[in-house]
């Protein structure tokens, strides 16, 4: 097994970013891809207007790129927020407001993920009431991407980046999943397992697959030291997506690093553009 067994697609809020964003899918394609993700486009809006919605759709229509993830609005990403649907007041209202669009607009291209970050912890308010929150509002997610035949994805970040973030373990991101699932009742939350991420948090990543490959519903990679593409830092990737293989995750592989100094289209030397689209090659793997 290798990376060219693997089922890549390409986040389009960290790569390629030097394009407009309704430039990035055909520059995605152009490079050798047939599947893309991002992150919600309009971080100061949960709720665009009809025609961006639109306009993004026809890119990826027009690209022949398929959107395998999106996240629900999240706030400033990159930036500061990471994740509204626990944070009183304001920003949970704009998530609340962002799921039902967020859902439609999964709906029209096909996108079968929506990604939820959990939000970070606010001063001078009870950790317990931010828990509370995120399950109401995790619940509200999930029940809306049942609506289409989604996967919610509850992911872990790592502390040295996202301090307040409370979810920065696997187990930590995993124990949500059981309790939304629990709550709802339909089974479609799943675990988002960001390598990088969990190896910045210190964690056995070998033991990790092997606990929680099962309800790992999307993956993400990005070397580290550094968040560069792999081969840049010390991570085994290719050891550890067959890892992943052999513990029966067949599902899309999200490039989410840094392209460093290059443009985007220069990042991807460690992959053979043979090993790029995964369509033709892999479609019954498809979750």
Not at 236 to 259: I, N
Request: hydrophobic fraction near 40%.
């Amino acid at each position: 097994m290798g990376f060219e067994d693997q089922r890549f697609n390409v986040n389009l809020s960290i790569l390629f970013t030097e394009l407009p964003l309704l430039e990035r899918p055909a520059a995605a394609a152009a490079a050798g891809f047939d599947a893309v993700e991002l992150w919600w486009p309009w971080t100061d809006s949960p709720t665009p207007e009809q025609s961006e919605l639109d306009a993004l759709k026809r890119a990826i229509d027009d690209a022949g790129v398929q959107l395998t993830g999106l996240n629900f609005y999240a706030g400033r990403l990159p930036g500061p927020d990471r994740g509204a649907l626990s944070v009183p007041g304001e920003e949970s209202q704009r998530f609340r407001a962002n799921v039902d669009v967020a859902a439609g607009f999964a709906q029209s291209v096909g996108c079968r993920a929506l990604n939820a970050l959990y939000g970070n912890r606010v001063e001078g308010v009870d950790p317990a009431e931010q828990d509370a929150l995120a399950l109401e509002n995790l619940v509200l997610a999930a029940r809306a991407a049942d609506r289409i035949g989604a996967t919610l994805l509850v992911e872990a970040l790592n502390r040295p980046e996202s301090p307040l973030y409370p979810l920065v373990s696997a187990a930590a991101a995993v124990g949500i999943v059981d309790k939304v699932n629990e709550a709802t009742g339909l089974g479609n939350a799943r675990f988002l397992m960001d390598l990088y991420h969990l190896s910045m948090n210190g964690e056995d990543l070998p033991s990790a697959i092997e606990r929680h490959a099962a309800k790992t519903g999307h993956v993400q990679i990005a070397d580290n030291p550094g968040r560069g593409a792999p081969g840049t830092g010390t991570l085994p990737l290719e050891d550890l997506l067959d890892r992943l293989t052999e513990a029966g995750y067949d599902g899309w592989v999200g490039l989410e690093y840094k392209p460093g100094d290059r443009p985007g289209s220069e990042a991807f030397a460690w992959l053979p553009r043979e090993a790029r689209a995964a369509r033709a090659a892999r479609e019954p793997r498809r979750r």
